[in-house]
């Protein structure tokens, strides 16, 4: 972890945040469906005898980096995401999110938080935990943020394309209009040039949770009630994606099983139409 001295509103390891409430309109899930340009039809006919099913990635939503930030969040991207899913979410049922700070770390010029939540449905039924790694430039407040080629980075140059069972991939171009709707019509660097090159960047980038949401649809309707109730994803961000940019999520459900006989395994990955890796990680989804 960091020494770096903490101000009280800032992250600092081992830090509890206020638990808060979180509930998921029907306006919110409309916004999700069509930012994405995704059709809902799939979730409103999975929910059986219960209400429709609501996307799985829609948990990421419970998460809030107020209190496990920095006040100089100058060039901040997120950097990777684990997800734990216990439950289906409910629409329009209150919930608690429990989040604490769990460790501050270097990688590369950037400094990282951790941060795990929790969230809790009726009667304290855990539906999700989540790691959230945010970086940041911390010694940098203004200028523009140095972004390495995606053809310099070694591990996108490594990535092959693993054996298996293909899954079926999504794809979108994802335009402005579309992170708009997504995030509710909200002003900041996901959405607003201004907002963004107040940040480093020279253009919008598109929101993680855009992106990680293709791949979440993908795994939705690739494994259905067995993913909402015990699958996990671990995923990491390498390439940022612009407007504009045409993106793929892609899986292969392959035949390794190194976390135990009855949990299996599928490596996924999404990338932009010239080959660039966007995000890349693994899924686990119990038999």
């Given at each position: 972890m960091t020494n770096r001295e903490h101000h009280p509103d800032e992250a600092f390891v081992g830090k509890e945040l206020e638990p808060r409430q979180f509930e998921v309109s029907a306006n919110h899930v409309e916004d999700y469906f069509e930012g994405l340009k995704l059709d809902s039809d799939w979730y409103e006919d999975s929910g059986g005898n219960s209400d429709k099913l609501l996307p799985s990635m829609l948990l990421v939503d419970a998460e809030s980096m107020s209190g496990a930030s920095f006040r100089n969040n100058f060039g901040n991207l997120w950097m990777r995401q684990e997800l734990d899913f216990h439950a289906p979410l409910s629409s329009e049922t209150e919930m608690r999110v429990e989040s604490r700070v769990k460790d501050i770390y270097e990688w590369r010029n950037r400094t990282i938080v951790l941060q795990e939540s929790k969230i809790y449905g009726e009667n304290d039924t855990i539906l999700g935990v989540m790691r959230h790694h945010q970086s940041y430039l911390?010694?940098?407040?203004?200028?523009?943020?140095?972004?390495?080629?995606?053809?310099?980075?070694?591990?996108?140059?490594?990535?092959?394309?693993?054996?298996?069972?293909?899954?079926?991939?999504?794809?979108?171009?994802?335009?402005?209009?579309?992170?708009?709707?997504?995030?509710?019509?909200?002003?900041?660097?996901?959405?607003?040039?201004?907002?963004?090159?107040?940040?480093?960047?020279?253009?919008?980038?598109?929101?993680?949770?855009?992106?990680?949401?293709?791949?979440?649809?993908?795994?939705?309707?690739?494994?259905?009630?067995?993913?909402?109730?015990?699958?996990?994803?671990?995923?990491?961000?390498?390439?940022?994606?612009?407007?504009?940019?045409?993106?793929?999520?892609?899986?292969?459900?392959?035949?390794?099983?190194?976390?135990?006989?009855?949990?299996?395994?599928?490596?996924?990955?999404?990338?932009?139409?010239?080959?660039?890796?966007?995000?890349?990680?693994?899924?686990?989804?119990?038999?």
């Amino acid at each position: 972890m960091t020494n770096r001295e903490h101000h009280p509103d800032e992250a600092f390891v081992g830090k509890e945040l206020e638990p808060r409430q979180f509930e998921v309109s029907a306006n919110h899930v409309e916004d999700y469906f069509e930012g994405l340009k995704l059709d809902s039809d799939w979730y409103e006919d999975s929910g059986g005898n219960s209400d429709k099913l609501l996307p799985s990635m829609l948990l990421v939503d419970a998460e809030s980096m107020s209190g496990a930030s920095f006040r100089n969040n100058f060039g901040n991207l997120w950097m990777r995401q684990e997800l734990d899913f216990h439950a289906p979410l409910s629409s329009e049922t209150e919930m608690r999110v429990e989040s604490r700070v769990k460790d501050i770390y270097e990688w590369r010029n950037r400094t990282i938080v951790l941060q795990e939540s929790k969230i809790y449905g009726e009667n304290d039924t855990i539906l999700g935990v989540m790691r959230h790694h945010q970086s940041y430039l911390l010694d940098q407040d203004s200028g523009r943020v140095a972004l390495r080629k995606p053809s310099d980075k070694e591990g996108v140059r490594k990535f092959n394309v693993p054996k298996g069972d293909l899954l079926e991939p999504v794809a979108r171009e994802i335009d402005l209009e579309m992170c708009g709707t997504f995030f509710h019509g909200n002003k900041h660097y996901h959405t607003n040039k201004e907002a963004s090159q107040e940040l480093g960047f020279e253009e919008v980038v598109v929101g993680g949770k855009m992106t990680i949401s293709y791949i979440g649809d993908m795994l939705d309707r690739s494994f259905g009630h067995k993913w909402f109730d015990g699958g996990k994803l671990d995923v990491k961000f390498t390439n940022i994606v612009w407007p504009g940019d045409r993106v793929t999520a892609k899986g292969v459900l392959t035949d390794e099983r190194s976390v135990s006989d009855d949990i299996a395994e599928a490596r996924v990955w999404m990338e932009k139409d010239d080959g660039t890796v966007v995000i890349v990680g693994n899924a686990y989804i119990p038999d």
